[in-house]
């Protein structure tokens, strides 16, 4: 695997650049009455593009475009009150964080991420701050403000943990995954943001593309052909069960929890979801994309469905009901909306079901 090109997939290195998106699974809690539920869907556009989408209708509502020299969207994340991007920045390279009011879809602010910060692949919150990782070598998470969109700390991962690509949140510690080989996982005191425990992944589990949690277990998806997903003890950072996905199911793009089940989905044509039960680590069930929606880049959950966002031109977005794993709805962008990398909703706050429940 290339990983010196820090925002190319391995799986299609020759097809197109890609970063993180997804972002990140979220974590249900009840709508506030006020708030209307939307899902908002980050492209591979630059400027950056947020369509924000209306879940009953699958149909565009409005759309947030960021500013000049703010590029490509690779991670969305919500707090309860705004939706935050993460960037891969202009030329030369600097990484912004909009913070966008999700009734209006304009910007209310930005963090600009201190130099040599970049790129943004990955986000988490935890309550009370936002955090952003970059692939970097070493990996970097920024930990920020919300009410200032100012920097409050930073971990800066030991030598050799290079490239984060996905960051989650278990109510007491933060989570970043790198794109070692075999995978590694660091555990960080956000109190400090100094390393706590570091899992290492068995032989052959590279590349630690996606982190979930299910108020037990921390979950690693890894960028490799079959997929693998590893349940890892967070008490101990050591391994628990193992997850191999069937033959031709390549490459863990995304990962998310939905309260029962753990979600993978993959770098297929077309796109597949695997449902998996965390007891035995062992599949469910699988949907399988229509034709044409190729390449799983991000999930997300509302309280209600799934959400598939595929790497297309224009953008797709399928709504799965998770009790049949099957398709609902679908929401096709706009011409010149390219490329779904990340998603996110405001039902939940944060990216983990378990945590803001």
Known sequence: MNTDIPFIQYSEINKCFELEGCISSPSPTSPSPTITPYIYAGYSNSPGMVDQINPSTMTLVNTFTAPSGHGVINTLI?????VYTGDVGGAPPTCYSDQIDPTTMTLVN???APSGHCYMVTSTYDGTY??????TSPGIVDQINPSTMTL??????????KKIYSLTYDDKYIYAGYSNGPGIVDQINPSTMTLVKTFTAPSG??????????????????NTSPGYV???DPSTMTLVKTFTAPSGHGYVNALIYDGTYIYAGYSNSPGIVDQINTSTMTLVKTFTAPSGHSL???LTYDGTYIYVGYRTSPGIVDQINPSTMTLVN???APSGHKGIFALTQNVIKGNNYAVFK
């Not at 409050?152 to 943990?161: E, I, K, L, Y």
């Open 205 to 222: 589990h590279s590349y630690v593309y996606r982190l979930t949690y299910d108020g037990t277990y921390i979950y690693a998806g890894y």
């Open 230 to 232: 590893d349940q890892i």
């Open 330 to 332: 679908t929401f096709t």
């Open 78 to 82: 919500y707090d309860g009150k705004y």
């Open 130 to 135: 936002i955090y952003m990782g970059y692939n």
């Open 110 to 112: 930005t963090f600009t």
């Open 152 to 161: 409050v700390n930073t971990f800066t991962a030991p030598s050799g943990h």
């Open 296 to 298: 799983v880049y991000a």
